[in-house]
């Protein structure tokens, strides 16, 4: 990367008022809503492609992605007449990486151009989320289309098979897995809910609004006195409210979700239910993979002036001598560009090892002001198959509750299965992505080998020999046959420095809700008195603004 660098001619101008290192969707969206105040923006990556952390690669290139992202600190020894270069080394946010291809014959080097496969997987959008929201507003709707997800299902541990999550009253009363009592006890709770959002009353003049002290309850505790069937508990909870530790046990429970934050989740799955006419369920996943919105965004910021430059390590910050505070970076190229902000992405960390002291007020700027999550990390996976989990369905979600799997999984695993008809892979193939949080490597590992093992098959020739033929047979008869798989350990802990912006890392959420507002919340500490993404929609035809997001059929 350095040697492509050294042969960029100068950046002009030299000068900017924001520097933003890394195009993941955070350091996308500020770079975006920056260059939208008029605000003069470099954005510079070091890899060759767009995305950084929330890019989607052929297969050839997520597999050198994962295994080589980390840097040694660069030589950076000479100073300018008042300002000291600081080292920058990039960290790797992957560890326990593993990576194994069942069928080179038809997954080789030649076929893996025709794969788009997500970093951050597995994930999508609520049609009624923030994400749309602020594509929608800040223009870089146009850039992106989307399609629906066809259908979620919750895995059940006692039938060990998939249930389906009833996402509206028609999809109650079609439901064959659940019985009249279940569809009845579901209906009237989804009514009540909706009643308190609405504030309106049972018909009989009695305003139906959950009581204050029911908000701050735990939610488990609520669907209980609601006397809901442990069925019924587990789809709100995991497939709909999207809780990420085991509720109903407190001993291991992590964050318990109240009441008032369950009612939020049901009432942006139920909005995202028919906001656009043509999706088929609450949730959305973009053509060619995730790596199209950060590609989006920055589309966006170039059209208002923002200037990019891929295949450029920064690997400095220049920092002022005497008062210890942020001037500028530099480049491997090893030009100096100065700006008033620098936004760096969650992998970089500063280098504090210097010839002699340094200066009190460096030390003093660079000191680690937090460090976010230490505790728990998050396991992903993919695999690529050459069928579907359902044979009636392409685009699915499954969510494995905890204990559905094993006694000591203590927290969900969300998995997510993506067809060739969103252009990520070649026709007739499958990609899945699975998810959860856990404390190291073995536990990760652990739960995700669980949850692939209850829907996939190895190929005959990689599976143990135990148990009988007629078993293989069956076995290989119903469940996909997983042609590639990759499993590996991501970070989630982030350094956050005195003097310098970092952006938040990939989450173990579905959708970017929480990374949004880490996101807004920086831009808004970086510039308070700027709007983000001044409103520009006509105020008499709101409804125009969802007519122009593009949702394919």
């Not at 492609?49 to 840097?71: D, E, K, M, V």
């Not at 959305?284 to 923002?306: D, H, M, N, S, T």
């Not at 728990?376 to 369905?393: E, F, N, Q, V, Y």
């Amino acid at each position: 990367m350095s040697e492509d660098a050294s042969s960029y001619p100068p950046i002009e101008p030299t000068t900017f008022d924001l520097i933003v290192v890394g195009t993941g969707v955070p350091e996308s969206v500020i770079s975006a809503a920056a260059s939208a105040t008029g605000k003069t923006v470099l954005h510079v990556d070091p890899n060759p492609f767009y995305g950084s952390h929330f890019a989607s690669l052929p297969l050839h290139q997520l597999s050198s992605f994962l295994n080589s992202h980390s840097t040694s600190p660069p030589s950076a020894a000479s100073t300018g007449h008042d300002y000291t270069p600081v080292a920058l080394t990039r960290r790797s946010l992957y560890s326990d990486i593993e990576i194994s291809s069942y069928s080179p014959e038809i997954i080789g080097e030649e076929h893996s151009r025709k794969f788009s496969i997500d970093l951050c997987g597995p994930r999508v959008l609520f049609c009624a989320d923030k994400s749309i929201d602020l594509m929608l507003r800040s223009g870089c709707s146009q850039y992106v289309e989307f399609k629906s997800i066809d259908a979620s299902f919750v895995y059940e541990e006692n039938d060990k098979k998939l249930m389906s999550v009833p996402d509206s009253r028609a999809a109650i009363f079609k439901d064959k897995s659940l019985g009249l009592t279940e569809k009845n006890q579901l209906m009237r709770f989804f009514k009540l809910v909706q009643q308190h959002l609405a504030g309106s009353d049972d018909g009989g003049g009695v305003t139906s609004k959950i009581s204050a002290e029911d908000l701050e309850s735990p939610f488990v505790e609520f669907l209980k006195k609601m006397r809901l069937p442990p069925k019924i508990k587990s789809i709100i909870l995991y497939a709909i409210a999207m809780a990420d530790y085991d509720q109903e046990n407190m001993e291991v429970c992590e964050q318990v979700l109240k009441t008032k934050d369950g009612i939020d989740r049901l009432a942006l799955y139920n909005a995202s239910v028919g906001r656009f006419s043509n999706a088929l369920g609450a949730l959305i996943y973009p053509i060619y993979g995730q790596g199209e919105l950060p590609q989006g965004f920055c589309r966006r910021a170039a059209v208002k002036g923002c200037i990019h430059v891929l295949r450029m390590p920064v690997i400095a910050l220049l920092m002022d001598k005497c008062t210890g505070h942020y001037k500028g970076v530099r480049l491997s190229s090893g030009q100096d560009l100065f700006s008033q902000q620098l936004v760096l992405d969650p992998s970089y960390i500063v280098s504090l090892l210097f010839a002699s002291s340094p200066p009190e007020p460096l030390k003093e700027s660079l000191k680690v002001s937090d460090t976010r999550d230490v505790k728990w990390k998050l396991a992903r996976g993919i695999c690529i198959t050459g069928s579907s989990l359902r044979p009636d369905t392409s685009n699915l979600l499954v969510v494995y509750p905890p204990r559905s799997l094993y006694p000591e999984q203590v927290t969900p695993i969300r998995a997510l299965q993506i067809s060739s008809d969103l252009a990520v892979c070649p026709s007739g193939m499958f990609v899945l992505y699975f998810s959860a949080l856990c404390k190291d490597g073995n536990e990760g590992k652990r739960l995700l080998h669980a949850a692939m093992d209850a829907l996939l098959a190895l190929p005959e020739s990689e599976r143990p020999e135990s148990g009988t033929a007629v078993q293989n047979e069956v076995a290989a008869e119903v469940k996909p046959t997983i042609l590639w798989k990759a499993l590996y350990i991501q970070e989630l802990t982030v350094d956050q420095f005195e003097s310098i912006s970092t952006t938040p890392i990939p989450d173990g959420d579905l959708n970017y809700n929480n990374l949004l507002d880490a996101t807004l919340k920086l831009f808004q500490k970086m510039y308070p008195h700027d709007e983000v993404f001044p409103e520009t929609a006509s105020p008499e035809n709101p409804e125009d603004d969802d007519n122009e997001f593009s949702l394919e059929s």
